[in-house]
């Protein structure tokens, strides 16, 4: 397939860009480096430096795997987006190209301001630009599973059937966000569900957990790794974890750590992709699968990664902090997911096995840690009991 990625330089673009391309497929990876100039402005650097988008392009191509294109451009602007769907015809685009982070979101006005307008914006471009120029293009677009929020009911895959004096519907599932970004993507889900209801596009829309790991099993070359970040504004929960245990530092559980999410392995997020670009949607349908493999609480990711930390005699204790986030402390949590399974995903689960394999990954680029990167800078809401 002709394969378009849209934030095709980010923690999982990049890696979807050469898994795409390794497997056969004509990939295009468009990034605006809005991420890097945050990443730049609020001092959040990766652990390991990452090189400009064609120079990872070049590198990748140079180890005899294929071509993947690179295009830089500002996909806020309406005419950037038409642009690339007249010219390269793509027949699916997975859709990254977001602000990412729910803490940067909270930051302020002006962080609030520029999730909104980027996220709503670059989804209503990339809508636009499809019904105008490819319309039989199907988008893979990377929802949530924080849209959902944390309700008292089971969540299901997207959708709700609602009996209510003896006539029954079935709307998308209630959603109730924790932050503005989360709320952006619920959002998006809405505005591509109406342009599918009254244009016809074509749309997977892949509510996915947090994800963990620093290799996505493409490459071998360093270089060609993704931008793993570990600090509270772009980093994950377990990937904080496991560089505050490569660091002797104590691992920074918020409030009491009985937050339950999905998780799931970056090798999984390149399996659902796939899987949801060889499934595609005929026009006029809208396709939601929740994206993660194995729930777990923070306290229990803690636990998990103490003792791999100390399966290679590393030190590694928890700290426990205020909680700075606007969140359910405990809650119940019931999701279906077994839409993607059901498509062929071979989950990888989080193993001993695994964690020990991600800590001596990460060993060789300690020095590179900044402790000060570990605390939370960003604090909104009260927690919610």
């Known amino acids: 397939m002709r394969v378009m990625i849209w934030g095709g330089d980010g923690y999982l673009g990049w890696p979807t860009a050469m898994y795409l391309a390794r497997a056969g497929h004509e990939v295009v990876a468009v990034d605006s480096y809005l991420k890097r100039d945050l990443v730049c402005a609020t001092g959040a650097e990766p652990l390991v430096p990452v090189p ?57 006005e002006d962080e609030a301001r520029l999730t909104l307008l980027n996220n709503l914006g670059v989804t209503f471009n990339l809508i636009q630009a499809v019904l105008h120029h490819a319309p039989d293009c199907a988008i893979v677009k990377l929802g949530t599973m924080g849209e959902y929020g944390t309700p008292n009911i089971a969540i299901e895959e997207g959708w709700l059937t609602v009996t209510h004096e003896g006539r029954s519907e079935t709307f998308l599932y209630p959603r109730q966000a924790s932050s503005l970004y989360h709320t952006t993507k619920i959002l998006d889900t809405d505005l591509l569900w109406f342009y599918v209801r009254s244009a016809g596009l074509r749309v997977t829309d892949l509510m996915q957990g947090p994800v963990y790991g620093f290799d996505a099993g493409v490459s071998d070359d360093a270089r060609l790794l993704t931008a793993f970040h570990y600090d509270e504004l772009f980093g994950t ?15 920074t559980v918020y409030g009491r750590g009985e937050q ?25 349908e809208m396709r939601i699968y929740n994206q993660f493999t194995e729930i777990f609480s923070v306290n229990e990711l803690a636990a998990r990664v103490i003792s791999a930390a100390r399966t290679l005699r590393m030190e ?8 700075p986030r606007f969140e359910a402390e405990e809650h119940f949590y019931e ?21 020990v394999g991600m800590l001596e990954r990460l060993r060789p680029h300690a020095a590179r840690v900044r402790p000060e990167l570990f605390r939370p800078r960003v604090r909104w809401g009260r927690p919610r009991s």
């Open 52 to 108: 400009p988008l064609a120079e990872r392009a070049r590198l990748f191509r140079a180890a005899g795997d294929a071509e993947i294109r690179v295009e830089i451009t500002d996909l806020r602007e309406p005419e950037a987006a038409h642009r690339l769907l007249r010219e390269y015809q793509p027949e699916a685009v997975v859709h990254y190209a977001e602000q990412p982070s729910a803490p940067y979101s909270m930051r302020g």
């Open 237 to 251: 929960v377990l990937n904080r974890f496991l560089v505050q245990a490569l660091a002797g530092h104590p691992l």
């Open 260 to 284: 339950r999410r999905g998780y799931l392995d970056l090798r999984d997020t390149l399996a659902c992709v796939s899987l949801a670009l060889a499934h595609p949607p005929p026009r006029g």
């Open 316 to 323: 590694a204790t928890v700290a426990h902090e205020p909680n």
């Open 335 to 355: 999701v279906r997911h077994r839409a993607l399974l059901e498509l062929g995903l071979q989950p990888h689960l989080l193993t001993e096995e695994v964690l």
